[in-house]
């Protein structure tokens, strides 16, 4: 197949170019589609977007000059002046991979940015949680103290903490709020990356993102297919990194298992919280709820770890191969 191309601009036949310089330019033309191209072969001028070269894949190759001719320039012109009403302005160059239309990007440092910051967010949110666990640690500490001194159910009303009263919904609305953060910048990290493999690199996905992230919340097929979809970008990366074909991503199997245990666990300490206020108040009650707040906040911290190196690991490996 040749690599010298030509291409209409205006009334003009600009060439021979090769097929890398020809993309570098239609990449920076609003209407790329429409450009007319020719090469050796082609009986007419055609449009970029009816050439398989030009629209199905971008291949770099080095420019090759060979001695070509080249048809009249005045039948570009007028295929190009008949369509040109035709034409419509596109926001930015876009590539064709995998049957679906992505950024073309030339700089992928400000997605993983933004991926790191996800990240991160994971162990702010992990922050407020414990602070309010903290928080009402210290209430029952201190509702302990006065029961020791005035005896159950003596303590005069006036010396309770007046913060005793919303404690538990606090930490029942930020425990919401910490679950729905740790899905979000899990998600959101693995789809930056997922636009550096398909934009950067033109790795073409088996699994659409789409559906990895809204499986997520499907009875029964949460179980297998969010985990498939974030394995595979995983995989992909570190293929990437060490040039080393993997068949599955092990480290998304072992925290899937730790993330719905961690998940489960933190909803069945929940319940027995919730289960031991109902009851009468009792000398073991002040134990048993120190107890289970130690028991979630350890919970919650391992869940909340566990994502962050999953997610920090896949970080690290596509700075690393980019760079």
Not at 92 to 100: G, I, N, Q
Not at 164 to 186: K, M, P, Q, R
Request: aromatic letters at 14%; proline letters at 5%; hydrophobic letters at 45%.
């Amino acid at each position: 197949m040749g690599n010298v191309w030509y291409y209409a601009e205006g009334n003009k036949s600009v060439g021979p170019v090769s097929l890398a310089d020809l993309t570098a330019i239609l990449s920076r033309v609003s209407s790329a589609k429409d450009v007319l191209v020719w090469r050796d072969g082609f009986a007419n001028w055609e449009k970029a977007k009816n050439v398989p070269e030009l629209v199905a894949v971008v291949i770099r190759l080095q420019p090759i000059k060979l001695p070509i001719s080249h048809p009249p320039i005045n039948q570009a012109s007028e295929l190009q002046k008949a369509d040109s009403g035709n034409s419509q302005k596109s926001a930015e160059p876009l590539l064709v991979v995998d049957s679906t239309y992505v950024p073309e990007i030339t700089n992928p440092t400000y997605l993983i940015y933004k991926a790191t910051i996800a990240n991160r967010l994971l162990i702010i949110f992990l922050a407020i949680l414990l602070s309010a666990i903290l928080s009402q640690l210290y209430l029952l500490d201190q509702i302990h103290s006065l029961v020791t001194q005035y005896g159950l159910g003596q303590v005069p009303e006036q010396l309770m903490p007046a913060w005793s009263g919303f404690t538990d919904s606090v930490l029942e609305i930020i425990s919401f709020c910490w679950y729905f953060v740790l899905l979000a910048c899990l998600m959101y990290c693995f789809y930056q990356l997922n636009l550096i493999l398909r934009g950067y690199f033109r790795e073409t996905m088996k699994y659409s993102f789409g559906w990895t992230v809204g499986s997520m919340f499907i009875p029964f097929v949460c179980l297998y297919r969010p985990w498939v979809g974030l394995a595979e970008i995983r995989k992909k990366i570190f293929v990437k990194r060490f040039n080393i074909p993997k068949s599955f991503d092990m480290s998304t199997l072992y925290f899937a298992v730790v993330f719905f245990i961690g998940v489960l666990s933190v909803k069945g300490v929940s319940i027995e919280m919730e289960n031991l206020v109902k009851k009468d108040v009792t000398p073991e009650f002040y134990t048993t709820a120190t107890s289970l707040s130690l028991l979630y906040a350890g919970i919650a911290t391992l869940v909340t770890l566990a994502t962050f190196f999953y997610c920090r690991s896949a970080i690290v490996s596509i700075q690393k191969t980019i760079s």
